[in-house]
């Protein structure tokens, strides 16, 4: 009769720690694993959240262990971290008046890990990466933000007008119109 006995636990090794912005629903690849005896244990989820289904914003450990038919084990581990998507609003702006450059653009950041980075672009030109925009002549403006976890936010174009103003002509005195159209 031989007998063996296994004392030596399964390898099991994880996927990386995974980092997303606003995730609804978050799908890993399944632990691998390995023994000097065949057939290579199953991974189980210990703790943590099955691929596929929703993460919450934060911080999730993903536990996971590999049990050979001898009774060895192991464990791995790795981390889902969600960050909340920041959101932009428009707060404010104007329309140029006579083409004096007169228009402007006001935004609201909620949300997000400041700092934030603005790229403006004009008709799809950079045009500034402040994050309120003032002086501004006709044309369709629009903004990418960045948050200091990398989540990016795309505002939806503001078309800012060129508006003509229309004063109430003031009296001629004295205006002799040749020939007399009578």
Known sequence: VIASLDTQAPSISCP???V????DL???TAPETNDNCSPDPKPILVSGQASGTPFQDG?????????DLSGNSATCSFTVTVFPI?????????NDTNGLGLGYI???VLGGMPPFTFVWYKDNVFFSNGQDLEGLSAGSYRLVMTDANGCVVNLSPVVIQNTVGTDEPVQISGLRLWPNPT
């Open 59 to 67: 911080v999730t450990t993903q536990v996971f262990s590999a049990t």
């Open 16 to 18: 990386g720690n995974i």
């Open 86 to 94: 920041p959101d932009l609003k428009t707060m404010d702006y104007a």
């Open 26 to 28: 978050i799908t890993y």
């Open 106 to 108: 006001k935004i609201e």
């Open 20 to 23: 997303v912005c606003g995730a």
